[in-house]
């Protein structure tokens, strides 16, 4: 007996894409497919023993209904284990993702910025296109530095200027939004696929995460 015939070759697929995910956001792509198709396995091997069960002893007899009982508590504990595995693993790449981002919020000034800073917040909405051009330039890897120039900025001075600023609540509560959904995924997950578990196991809305952390990333290790 198949389970649920009509997902898998999509599942398949999810699965082949998701080893060729690179990027701190990878693991949470893998770690999804992999809780899948352990979640599958375990889930076929119940039916295939449900199948004997019902080929060997008589429907609803005594001996019928005990081993009933024992194969689903069986797959029920193994379903909990899986569950709290691959939520722990997932759990653990996100964070290791958010500890980066405190890394480089909390990282050291360069020196002689914190006077650079004074002198900015006395300037807000005084300074120049030219000058927010020298200091953007000037601490363009320094997060701190970044944030204080774009609040002193006058109002659409950074849209005339083409600049964006990324912050930290914008990193995280992206971080925070994946989370939740994958760890619903994890709680709810029974084998059908309908659209929003298939978005996350295809991955591409956790690369285009992953791939707005990594260019903040760099912006500010350099």
């Keep these: 007996m198949i389970i649920d015939d009509e ?4 599942k398949e697929k999810y699965f082949e894409q998701a080893q060729t995910k690179t990027g701190v956001l990878s693991g949470v792509v893998k ?6 198709k352990k979640y599958d396995t375990a ?5 295939s023993e449900m199948e004997k069960l019902k080929q060997t002893y008589v429907y609803n007899s005594a001996p019928f ?16 284990q899986i569950r709290e595995e691959s939520k722990t693993q997932i759990q653990e790449t996100i964070q290791q993702v958010k500890d980066k981002v405190s890394g480089i919020i909390a ?14 917040r006395n300037f807000s909405w005084k300074l120049s296109d030219d000058e927010i051009k020298v200091f953007l330039n000037k601490y ?8 204080t120039i774009f609040e002193s900025m006058a109002d659409g001075q950074a849209d005339r200027l083409g600049v964006e600023f990324v912050t930290m609540k914008d990193v995280t509560d992206s971080l925070d939004s994946i989370e ?3 760890m619903n995924m994890i709680r709810t997950y029974k084998g059908a696929l309908p659209y929003d578990f ?10 285009t995460v992953n791939d707005a952390f990594e260019s903040f990333v760099s912006t500010y290790e350099g």
Excluded: C, R, W
């Design 140 to 147: 363009k890897h320094n997060y701190l530095a970044t944030k």
């Design 31 to 36: 770690g999804l497919n992999d809780f899948v």
């Design 43 to 47: 889930k076929q091997t119940m039916n």
């Design 107 to 120: 990282s050291d000034l360069p020196e002689g910025a914190m006077t650079d800073i004074i002198m900015i």
């Design 7 to 10: 997902y898998k070759g999509m």
């Design 198 to 207: 298939a978005v996350l196991l295809d991955g591409y809305q956790l690369q």
């Design 65 to 80: 209904e005990s081993k009933q009982m024992e194969i689903f508590n069986t797959f029920n504990d193994i379903v909990a």
């Design 180 to 182: 939740s959904t994958v």
